[in-house]
């Protein structure tokens, strides 16, 4: 699928309601319509009541590791890094980010060691390796990673 640039918005909107759409409205990409194309397609619209967001942007890039997304559960809020927000991220790596933190919804954490809960099971990482695209997508990640970093 070819980059889809977010048409400008001809119609002036009210304060509010522009800040609001703002939220889910990248400059190159709507997480609104991917989230819910992802829901329907592999979660059977389970995912109700999600908000979905771009995060803040960081005045500095991180050093060493970088967060593409984050789900928040009890207040049902995914945010992604707004870093992702850029023409040479394909639209498919998005897809696969929203993807990954939407599965954090459906696939239940564990036990881990140190009494911390385990979030990235074995039957998470196979649901997620059933991603179409989930090589290509690990793979760009890898070759891409620095240009997020500083
Ligand atoms: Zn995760």
Redesign the pocket.
Known sequence: MAKKTKRKIAHPKWPMQRQLNLQHEGKYFDLRGNFDRLNERFFRGRLRGYKVMWGRKRKRRPKEYFIFGTIQEEDRVIRINPLLDQPFVPPWFLRYILY??ML?AVVPDEPGANGRRR??TELFYEREREFPGYRRARRWEEDNLARFLR
């Open positions: 990954h933190e954090h979030v990235h």
